[in-house]
């Protein structure tokens, strides 16, 4: 009898290793967490600190995230002060040294961007610019994607080594399957290169860029300040003068407004969900490049009929 216990608590042991033995792996958003998956597979067990339809900017730190951060070997998050007026906070009451910024499971998940807008001059938030490192919605453009999934597969191999021929060939894979859609949504989006559109925050210009259009402006002047009659005013002329095709906004920021400047200038508005899990089928990374190529491809052909 005894025999056969001890014979079923190795079972047991050995049934419950992989699942012990997995990375746990904290993403302060859902689209790191989609591509922390494809990265880590069966190695990891990835868990996102917000829901796709949030507003990166402004996330109230809660106490469950402290508690998941303090068991965490890995932690991404997108950086470059997107979301640091929470998470500063979180690393530091959740007192897990690994995952402290420049320890060894802290993901630099932007490192090897092409960074937009990068301050010119000493700027803060206190001047109003929820930007002040440069423009941090960097994750659209698929080819940051790809540069994302190699930070995190530097950043696993780091924190477990034994398991660096994996992480590697599950890489290159994802890579692969990114490639794949960006030279489908590339062909889509071929015959609109050149077209210019207005954003109503800053979260755009990288996906747009990608695709050979323009951002002429964005109707917040300034990232996270709201526009005044003033702005608005001014807009309608900007989108006008430069035969601007269509406006865009993200489901979490002032679809009222840009549907205002829509009305005045007479320019189709399109709300474009940008996060993964924030929309029908965004359900994964790969899923939202895709719908997000779609729906431009759509509301830029109605425009031309
Ligand atoms: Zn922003």
């Known amino acids: 009898m005894k025999k056969a216990s001890v014979c079923f608590c190795f079972l047991y042991f050995f049934l419950l290793c992989p699942l012990f033995s997995r990375l746990y792996v904290v993403t302060t958003t859902t689209d790191l967490a989609s591509i922390a998956k494809e990265v880590g597979r069966d190695l990891v067990e990835v868990e996102s600190l917000t829901f ?3 507003d ?5 730190a809660q106490p469950n995230f402290i508690v998941k951060v303090n068991k965490a070997d890995v932690f991404i998050e997108v950086g470059l002060e997107l979301e640091s007026s929470w998470t500063s906070l979180v690393l530091n009451q959740a ?3 690994k995952v402290m910024v420049g320890q060894i499971g802290y993901c630099v998940a932007w490192q090897g961007v092409n960074v937009l807008l990068p301050p010119q001059q000493e700027i803060n938030r206190s001047m109003g610019d929820l930007h002040p490192q440069g423009n941090p919605h960097y994750w659209p453009d698929p080819v940051n994607g790809i540069i994302i999934s190699r930070n995190i597969r530097d950043t696993y191999i780091r924190v477990d080594p034994k398991n660096e021929k994996k992480y590697q060939q599950y890489q290159e894979e994802f890579e692969k ?3 794949e859609v960006l030279f489908e949504n590339l062909k889509l989006l071929k015959p609109f290169a050149g077209t210019r559109v207005v954003g109503y925050h800053q979260e755009f210009d990288y996906l747009i860029n990608r695709y ?3 951002v002429v402006d964005n109707i917040e002047e300034k990232p996270g300040v709201l526009p005044g009659p003033a702005r608005l005013k ?4 900007i989108i006008l003068r430069n035969g601007v095709k269509l406006i865009l906004v993200s489901p979490w920021t002032n679809i009222a407004l840009a549907r205002k400047v829509s009305q005045d200038s007479g320019v189709p508005l399109l709300i474009l969900p940008i996060q993964t899990k924030s929309a029908e089928n965004t359900e994964t990374y790969l899923d939202m490049l895709r719908t997000t190529a779609q729906m431009l491809y759509e509301a830029l052909s109605k425009k031309e009929k």
């Open 95 to 97: 007192r897990n040294n």
């Open 212 to 214: 050979k259009m323009v």
């Open 56 to 60: 990166l900017h402004f996330v109230p």
């Open 234 to 237: 001014a807009m309608k002329d």
């Open 52 to 54: 796709g339809n949030t």
């Open 177 to 179: 399957k990114v490639k």
